[in-house]
Structures are given as structure tokens and as C-alpha cells.
């Protein structure tokens, strides 16, 4: 199991995108925080399934959300679960699901500070 590098948010791209969003960064977040966990439960069940394939879209979805957010390690590894899944290595996805969701709770800690 990897050790998650550096914050859970790039405070350079919240910081971005509080200047351009104003008061819907707010709103960006609380959606995002509501749509992950959705993904995170789509990932986990097709993981126990050795779905394969349905491992695809959720780590797609959430490589990109995260990544508009800041949560930079929470897309790289949405990412790799997305390239292994491609690659069908059906062990190395679905051992880096239950990474993912312990990286999403401390990107998830970080934002919902930042929202108050």
C-alpha cells in the first residue's frame, strides 16, 4: 500500500478556484462530497464482484472531480485504478479501491474544512 504524499488539497487550486467561482466553490464542493461517495460504492461493489469493466467509469469520474478540486493524490489514484482496469489487473484495482476510499476521507476532511 502506498503512503499518500503531500496535503489532500493543492491549496494553489482551491485558491484559483475561489477567485473564479466566489461563492459556488461552496456548492462545487458539497457536490462533489455527495457524487464521490456514489462512485467510491460503485468501485467498492464491482471490486467484490471482480467486475472489471464497472471499475472503469467510477475511477474515471472521480479521477477527473478530484483533480478539478485539488485532491491530487485521490486522482492519481483513481487514475491507476482506471489504467488497471483498462489493462484488466483485476488485483492491483481492486487492492487500491480500499486505498482510494481512505485517501477520499482525508481529501473529504480537507475540503469540508475549507467550506466550513
Known amino acids: 500500500p502506498s503512503t499518500p504524499q503531500g496535503p489532500a488539497i493543492n491549496p494553489e487550486i482551491v485558491q484559483d478556484l475561489r ?27 464491482s471490486a467484490a464482484t471482480s467486475d472489471i469493466d464497472a471499475l472503469v467509469a467510477p475511477a474515471h469520474s472521480l479521477k477527473s472531480t478530484s483533480a478539478n478540486l485539488g485532491a491530487m493524490e485521490l486522482s492519481a489514484m483513481a487514475k491507476h485504478i482506471e489504467h488497471s482496469a483498462r489493462q484488466h489487473n483485476l488485483p492491483d484495482a481492486v487492492q487500491r479501491v480500499t486505498e482510494l476510499a481512505n485517501e477520499f476521507k482525508r481529501a473529504e476532511s480537507a475540503l469540508r474544512a475549507m467550506v466550513g
Do not use: K
Open 19 to 45: 477567485e473564479i467561482m466566489g461563492a459556488e466553490f461552496s456548492s462545487l464542493v458539497n457536490v462533489f462530497l455527495e457524487d464521490a461517495p456514489r462512485s467510491l460504492a460503485r468501485l467498492a461493489a
